[in-house]
């Protein structure tokens, strides 16, 4: 079925946050309504719900696998070639803790860029429906449901005190 995008511009806040009430009275899920704003307001500023991120797991998981790979690289870099000089160990410990160290700092900084990528959804495939007066100063609410919600999408944001409502199609649903 196809989906649309409906767009809400609002003047202040308060507006807002009384047209994602009226949204989530219509069961419309916070998948599908997201708040655009050329201002920085605090999560929550519109009375929506926290977003859950795993981005925690990004940075331990690289530190671990460059951690794994960096002591399995002077392992077997020493293991592959022993040169044994003056009767030291084969394995010295102090220079494999500053390789241990580096591989996994490379590792967490390597997929803590790729975990805020990803969970920011970058790159999008498209912008979809967007208004300059966004960055004037007006604050968006986009709603993107099935065509046949699409009625109760704008009524909620008409009824929360939307300025001006924009429509555009977005995509086709693929199931």
């Not at 981005?55 to 392992?75: Q, R």
């Not at 003056?86 to 996994?104: D, N, R, S, V």
Request: hydrophobic share 45%.
């Amino acid at each position: 079925m196809a989906m649309q995008s409906v767009l809400g511009l609002f003047q202040s806040p308060d507006s807002v946050a009384s047209a994602l009430e009226n949204i989530r009275q219509n069961d419309f899920a916070d998948t599908q309504v997201e708040v655009l704003t050329g201002t920085p307001y605090p999560e929550g500023a519109f009375g929506e719900r926290p977003i859950k991120h795993r981005l925690y797991v990004f940075p331990l998981v690289g530190a671990i696998i460059g951690l794994s790979a960096a002591i399995l690289l002077t392992v077997g870099t020493q293991a592959s070639n022993p040169l044994v000089t003056g009767g030291k160990p084969i394995l010295a410990i102090p220079p494999m803790a500053i390789i241990a160290f580096e591989g996994t700092m490379l590792g967490a900084i390597v997929l803590t860029v790729i975990g805020i990528l990803f969970e920011s959804r970058l790159p999008k495939g498209s912008l979809g429906l967007y208004d300059a007066k966004v960055m004037e100063g007006l604050i968006g609410v986009l709603v993107t449901c099935d065509e046949s919600r699409l009625g109760a999408a704008e009524e909620a944001l008409r009824t929360g005190g939307a300025v001006e409502i924009k429509r555009e199609h977005a995509h086709e649903s693929r199931r």
